[in-house]
Each structure stands twice: as structure tokens, then as C-alpha cells.
């Protein structure tokens, strides 16, 4: 996801300075700016309440807040789930499961703890590695660099989302699927990227629409090489 991606402003701090010659090198916030800190600051604590309150669940989607300077947005729980529900099905039984760039899809796959199946997720923030050894630091940048134990065509499916629309991003995310695959590989990325998902990846696009939990101004879908169960 680039910067075509509608984004939030973020919280901008511009200090007023009172008019007493005492205090010129003072700052202090306008009533305005204040009560949005405070209410960001209430926010704040009320979602890490949530974290260490009885039952949270550390796989959950949102349980690793959307970081938008690393061009991360999270699907919503539905998109999650059917994603993630999909690549089970498509791996098969003990089936091995790769998510590059998508960990919404890796935190609903995780949620079914006990099912069979194995899944890893490649990932360039590094907040994602207490999923201990399922973790892998990923930088589409240097697209196979990948640890030895990441072995060529030994996953049944691999989901991706590449983090930028951009041909470069794609191609370059497009080498470490092809190495890592069997085969079948489930894409999500910008409609726009449609052309360039077929180049690169011989992927067709499906029916079934993304959604994130945070409104985008792009149109997102989904692209797969094989039969799903998304059309």
C-alpha cells in the first residue's frame, strides 16, 4: 500500500504562547488541542485496559495496533476470517501455511489453534515476533533473504499482501511467493494492481471484496491461481 492510501491526520501539537513577558518561552496549549490529548490519552489507556484485563487474546485482529507509517492497515474481522478460512481449506490437512505482510489473516488462522495445519508469518515489524518461531523478519526490499529453515515449494498455500501498490513492491513480493510456494498463492492488493498481480503471479481476481477496518480510499480485492472458494 503506497501513498495513494487515505490515511489519518495524526494529532499535531501547536503550542500559544500567553502574552506575559514572564512567560514568552512558555508553551501552552490552546483549550482545543488539550482536550484532543486528553481524550487521545483516555483512548489510549483504555485499550491497553483491554490488554491486560482477564481474557484478552494476544492473536486477536487489532491486538497489534495498525502502524500507517509502515503502511499497515488491518482487514476487519469478517475479511479475516473468510481469508483465513480459504487458505485452510486450500492447504489441506497439514497443510503449511505462509502469510507475508498479512498478519490479520495470520492472527485469525491462530485463532483456530489446534486445527490441522502449520502457518508463519513474515513480517517487517518487528512488534510481530512474540509469535516466538513463527515469526520471520521480512523486508520485500531483499525478497529472499529468507532463514534456511524456510525451505523452497514447501508451503501449500502463501497469502500476501504486499505492503505498497506499487509494480516494484509487487515484483518484488511476487519472488518470494514463487519461492516459497507449492503452487497455490491468494493475493490481496489494490484493483489497480490487476495487471501487474497477472505479470507477475499469473493470478486472476476473485469475486469476494476486502474489507479493512479503517475506510480506504483505494478498492482492494483478492487474487488466486487456483480454484477458491472466493468466487
Known amino acids: 500500500m503506497n501513498d495513494t492510501l487515505e490515511k489519518p491526520r495524526a494529532l499535531v501539537l501547536v ?20 482536550a484532543a490529548l486528553q481524550e487521545f490519552y483516555l483512548e489510549q489507556q483504555q485499550r491497553e485496559g483491554m490488554k491486560t484485563s482477564q481474557g484478552f487474546n494476544q492473536y486477536s485482529v487489532g491486538s497489534i495496533e495498525e502502524d500507517w507509517q509502515l503502511s499497515q492497515f488491518w482487514y476487519s474481522d469478517e475479511t479475516a476470517s473468510c481469508l483465513a478460512n480459504e487458505a485452510v481449506a486450500a492447504a489441506g490437512k497439514d497443510g503449511k501455511i505462509a502469510c507475508i505482510s498479512a498478519p490479520s489473516v495470520y492472527q485469525k488462522l491462530k485463532e483456530q489453534d489446534g486445527k490441522d495445519f502449520s502457518v508463519c508469518i513474515l513480517e517487517y515489524d518487528r512488534r510481530f515476533s512474540v509469535y516466538g518461531e513463527e515469526f520471520v523478519f521480512y523486508d520485500y526490499n531483499n525478497p529472499l533473504n529468507l532463514p534456511e529453515n524456510l525451505l523452497p515449494h514447501s508451503f501449500d498455500i502463501v497469502v500476501a499482501d504486499p505492503p505498497y501498490l506499487s509494480e516494484e513492491c509487487l515484483q518484488k513480493t511476487a519472488e518470494t511467493i514463487k519461492y516459497l510456494t507449492k503452487g497455490k498463492i491468494l493475493l490481496c492488493t489494490g484493483a489497480i494492481m490487476e495487471e501487474q498481480a497477472a505479470k507477475h503471479l499469473g493470478v486472476k481476481i476473485c469475486k469476494f471484496v476486502p474489507r479493512h477496518s479503517q475506510n480506504l480510499a483505494n478498492e482492494f480485492r483478492c487474487y488466486v491461481n487456483y480454484a477458491s472458494g472466493l468466487d
Open 15 to 34: 503550542p500559544c504562547r500567553k502574552m506575559d513577558d514572564d512567560d514568552d518561552d512558555v508553551p501552552q496549549l490552546s483549550p482545543h488541542t488539550l
